[in-house]
C-alpha cells in the first residue's frame, strides 16, 4: 500500500547526511566535551564546531548559542530564565502560541510570580501590534511572541516586535522551532534576545535543540548540576544529537530557496485541488504570510477525527494540528482564538509537506479525499 507522510509539523525523518555526520559520535568519537583528557578534547572541539556552524546559519555569535534538549526546554529556560524570582513581574504573550510557551507561562503564572496579558488574533490568526504596544506598562519584563506558527503556519512580524521591545527596553523571546530551518532568519537583523528552535523539525534527530541568548541579556538557569553550557544548562551535552543539529541546518540550507519553491507550488496544487473537487472547504491561516509547507483546512460538516482514521487506512499520515487530550481532538486554540467557531474548529486538518512529498502524493490524496469527506457526510 502506498503510504503519505504530510505530518512533517510533527516531526521529520532524520536526513541521511545527518545520520552519517552522528554516527561516529555513537561510536569511536564517544568523549564527554568537558573532560581534561584527549578523547574529551575530540569531543569538544566537535561540540564548538557544531555552535560555530549553527550560529553561522542564524548569523549570530557561537557563544550565543545554548544546547538543550529541544524545543519545550529551550522554551522554558527562556521564559523561567527571565523572570526573577524577587518581584511580581509581567509578561505579554498571545494565545496562539505552542503549548510550551503557553504552559511555561502558566505555570509562572499560577504561582504567582507574574501577570500575564495574552494576545488574541485576527480572523487571519494575526497578532494586532497596537494592543501590543498597548499592553506594555512598567513592570514588563518579556514579550513572548512566536516566529511561525506550527498549526496554521503564519509567519509573525518579529522585526517588527523586537523594535517594539527593543525601544521599551523589553527583552523579546521567539519560540522558532517552526522558523529556523524554513525562513532565512538574520539575528545581526533583528531585535530578538532569545530564540528557541528544534532539530527534529528540520531533519534532525528527536530531543536536541537550541536557544539563542543575545550577549549582554541576562537568564537564570533552570537545569542544574554542572558548568556545562557556559553554566546555563547543566548536564553532559547531547553530542550526537547536537552534530546531528548542525549538520540539519547545514543541509537545509544546501538547496533552501529550490525546495521553499518546489513546496509551495505543492501546498497550492493541494489547496486549489481541495477547493475544486470539495465543498464547504475552509482554509485557515493568512494565506500571504505563511511558510510554504503548510495547510490547515476544515471540512464543513465532520470532525477532524473521522477524517484523521479514515486518512489513515488509505496510507495517509496527517494531523488535527492541535494537541490531544485523553485520546480525544480537542479543538484548536489557536482557531478557537481566531475566532472560529467550535464546530468548525473541530473538523480542522493540518497538512503539512515536506523533503518526502512529491506530486505523486498530492495527487494521491487529492484522489482519495473527495471519497472520504462524501462518505463521512453522508
Ligand atoms: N514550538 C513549536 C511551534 C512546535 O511546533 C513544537 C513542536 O511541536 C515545539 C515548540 C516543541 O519542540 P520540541 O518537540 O523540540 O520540544
Known sequence: ????????????????????????????????????????????????????????????????????????????????????KAKKE????????????LESIEDLEKGGRIDVTRLGADQKGDINLDSLREAIHEKTVLISIMF?????????????????????GIPFHTDAVQAVGKLPIDLSKLSIDLLSFSAHKIYGPKGVGALFVRKGVKIGRILHGGAQEMEKRG??????GIVGLA???ERMHRDFEEESQRLASLREMMEKGLLGTISGVHIHGNEKWRIPNTLN????????????VALDREGIAVSSGSACASGAIEPSHVLLAMGVSREEAKGAVRF?????????????????????????RQ
Open 297 to 308: 483546512v476544515t471540512f464543513e460538516g465532520i470532525t477532524n477525527e473521522t477524517i484523521l
Open 148 to 168: 511561525v506558527n506550527n498549526e496554521i503556519g503564519n509567519i509573525y512580524p518579529v522585526e517588527a516586535i523586537g523594535r517594539i521591545a527593543r525601544e521599551r
Open 235 to 240: 548536564g553532559t551535552e547531547n553530542l550526537p
Open 1 to 84: 500500500m502506498r503510504k503519505v507522510y504530510l505530518d512533517y509539523n510533527a516531526t521529520t525523518p532524520v536526513d541521511p547526511s545527518v545520520r552519517e555526520a552522528m554516527l561516529p559520535f555513537l561510536g569511536e568519537e564517544y568523549g564527554n566535551p568537558s573532560s581534561l583528557h584527549w578523547v574529551g578534547a575530540r569531543a569538544r572541539k566537535a561540540l564548538e564546531e557544531s555552535r560555530e556552524k549553527i550560529a553561522r546559519h542564524v548569523s549570530c555569535l557561537p557563544e550565543e548559542i545554548f544546547f538543550t534538549s529541544g524545543g519545550t526546554e529551550s522554551i522554558n529556560l527562556a521564559i523561567k530564565g527571565t523572570i526573577s
Open 90 to 101: 509581567h509578561v505579554i504573550t498571545s494565545q496562539i502560541e505552542h503549548k510550551a510557551v
Open 247 to 249: 549538520e540539519a541546518m
Open 352 to 376: 503539512s509537506l515536506g523533503r518526502g512529498t512529491s506530486e505523486h502524493d498530492i495527487d494521491f490524496v487529492l484522489k482519495r479525499l473527495p471519497g472520504i469527506v462524501e462518505r463521512i
